[in-house]
């Protein structure tokens, strides 16, 4: 593995941890009755760290994946992966979010980022 290879290796990891914890945080406390949301000191903080490992894994990803072409990965669902994976780090968070909804973006999120993990302990 080259070091762009280590180092979208090491972020994909990252954002399915980040993926796991907005699912945690929605199912086991947004949904508990007397559960106060503090944006500034959870959500924004959370948000940030989900964004800064994202605008960095979305290139190489996206790059990895033209290059490599692997099976049934294509840079259209890293583009969405990407988008999706800003948007649950945010609504995790909000008592109105549709639960089914949430948990098929939360699957989709990990579907692409443990297949891309896959290939890439694959390719060498």
């Given at each position: 593995m080259?070091?762009?290879e ?20 929605f ?82 999120i ?15």
């Open positions: 080259n070091k762009l280590q180092r979208l290796f090491e972020l994909t990891g990252q954002l399915l941890a980040f993926n796991e914890e907005a699912y945690g945080q199912v086991d406390i947004t949904n508990a009755e007397d559960y106060e949301v503090d944006f500034y000191g959870e959500v924004k903080p959370f948000a940030d760290r989900v964004k800064k490992a994202a605008d960095e894994w979305e290139p190489l990803a996206r790059d990895w994946v033209m290059e490599n072409k692997p099976k049934y990965l294509y840079p259209i669902q890293i583009k969405n992966t990407f988008e999706n994976i800003e948007m649950t780090s945010v609504i995790a968070w909000q008592k109105d979010t549709k639960p089914k909804r949430f948990k098929e973006r939360i699957k989709s990990e579907y692409v980022l443990a297949y891309l993990l896959e290939q890439l302990n694959g390719s060498h």
